[in-house]
């Protein structure tokens, strides 16, 4: 049996890096209506956007901001069959 800790403990590598663990997490999960803009300025910067868009793609994730695409933008990326673009 898998216990909280365990979960915690398996936290993703890439998320030591990613910028949004440096910032307030309420920016990344704005009550409806409420703005996406700071989170996704924050993520056009990140290293590591590519691997958390990925991660939330392949977790069903249905709430925040992950690798600068809402829920919204993330339901509609998946129903087109579009996975994530890698970008240099």
Known sequence: MISASD???SQPEWQERALC???DP????P????STREAKRICGRCE????CLEYALGHD?????WGG??????RQMKRRGAGPAVTA
């Open 7 to 9: 979960l915690l403990d």
């Open 21 to 23: 663990s440096e910032t």
């Open 26 to 29: 309420e920016a990344f999960y």
């Open 31 to 34: 009550e409806k209506g409420g």
């Open 48 to 51: 590591v956007k590519t691997e």
């Open 61 to 65: 994730e249905r709430f925040g901001i």
């Open 69 to 74: 695409l809402s829920e919204r933008e993330r």
